[in-house]
Nanobody, 121 residues
Framework: EVRLVLSGGDLVQPGGSLKLSCAAS????????LSWVRQAPGKGLEWLST?????????DYAESVKGRFTISTDIAKNTLYLQMNNLKPDDTAVYYC?????????????WGQGSQVIVSS
């Protein structure tokens, strides 16, 4: 059974930092790609970043988070991370990790449950 379990969402002040974790199980973590996606209140899904665990390519980021957010993985722990620095109120959203369907690149076949991040003073 594929599972993606998020943790780390919280209330944080503008300019603060937060690190989200996504613990994965039930699939070959080292041979897949994973992404972070968020949904702000009243808005659609926004892709943030993707990491390819089987490749050495540098991850790409959405312009809205480039230079502030960093995606990473710990293969030994089967865990995906999102380090978020210099957070802004516009970063307030529910954050999801998603596993890419390796038979259909660009599409996702499993999602985590979501983790709320609120950036407010």
């Amino acid at each position: 059974e594929v599972r993606l379990v998020l943790s780390g969402g919280d209330l944080v002040q503008p300019g603060g930092s937060l690190k989200l974790s996504c613990a994965a199980s039930g699939f070959a973590f080292s041979r897949t790609a994973l992404s972070w996606v968020r949904q702000a209140p009243g808005k659609g899904l926004e892709w943030l970043s993707t990491i390819f665990n089987y490749a050495t390519d540098r991850p790409d980021y959405a312009e809205s988070v480039k230079g502030r957010f960093t995606i990473s993985t710990d293969i030994a722990k089967n865990t995906l991370y999102l380090q978020m620095n210099n957070l802004k109120p516009d970063d307030t959203a529910v954050y999801y990790c998603a596993k890419m369907d390796m038979k259909r690149p660009g599409l996702y076949d499993f999602w985590g449950q979501g983790s709320q991040v609120i950036v407010s003073s």
